[in-house]
């Protein structure tokens, strides 16, 4: 149930113990979690064919069951080299997620089953201005907003999934690749889709 990581793995302003963490004056406490979102990048620029300052950005987003929320946010530059400190930073705030996630995962798979009906496998609200929202069904077909959107029917679309992403990659026709955000909950939805649907699930590298 994920054993508590020692103070030199934590992010800068976290504290925890057996039962709830804090950052700066909010305490979040471990059974009231709802759901995790982590997302990091890494963008390279050039200007004129001059290698720019690589920019690294990463969001720990963590909800609670009261709809508040916390954002541990890092952003740094590297300017040719490694910075040591922000790299320790960077690699303690995804540590810190991966600990969260297998300390909440039972209740936050329960939360997803809850959404569940005798058609509907679990309903998905995806990260973004536009608050998708997605049912997955039983028979293997997926609705957005209400509307027919992909399926899992091997027939109809090649299933694979990117850094944050689910991909329906339609076999004929057109709008061929459909894709998910999964940033919210990754775990939980590969989990469910690949337990559900019996599916080996490929991992595919994307250039930005």
């Given at each position: 149930?994920?054993?508590?990581?020692?103070?030199?793995?934590?992010?800068?302003?976290?504290?925890?113990?057996?039962?709830?963490?804090?950052?700066k004056d909010k305490i979040f406490h471990y059974d009231k979690i709802k759901s995790i979102r982590i997302y990091s990048s890494i963008q390279k620029m050039t200007l004129n064919l001059i290698p720019m300052p690589t920019t690294v950005n990463s969001i720990l987003t963590v909800f609670d069951k009261d709809n508040k929320k916390i954002k541990i946010k890092l952003a740094y530059q590297r300017f040719g080299f490694k910075r040591k400190n922000k790299e320790l930073q960077l690699q303690n705030i995804i540590l810190f997620s991966k600990f969260l996630e297998s300390k909440t995962a039972e209740q936050r798979f329960?939360?997803?089953?809850?959404?569940?009906?005798?058609?509907?496998?679990?309903?998905?609200?995806?990260?973004?201005?536009?608050?998708?929202?997605?049912?997955?069904?039983?028979?293997?077909?997926?609705?957005?907003?209400?509307?027919?959107?992909?399926?899992?029917?091997?027939k109809q679309f090649q299933i694979w999934r990117s850094y944050k992403k689910f991909h329906f990659t339609k076999k004929t026709g057109w709008f061929?690749?459909?894709?998910?955000?999964?940033?919210?909950?990754?775990?939980?939805?590969?989990?469910?889709v690949s337990d559900y649907f019996d599916l080996d699930?490929?991992?595919?590298e994307i250039e930005n």
């Open positions: 149930m994920g054993q508590l990581p020692a103070v030199d793995q934590l992010p800068d302003g976290i504290s925890i113990d057996e039962k709830s963490f804090k950052f329960k939360t997803y089953t809850e959404t569940g009906t005798k058609v509907v496998l679990f309903k998905y609200k995806a990260n973004g201005l536009l608050n998708n929202s997605y049912e997955i069904l039983k028979d293997g077909s997926v609705r957005k907003n209400g509307k027919d959107f992909a399926s899992f029917d091997p061929k690749n459909k894709e998910i955000d999964i940033s919210i909950d990754e775990d939980i939805f590969l989990f469910m699930i490929p991992f595919r």
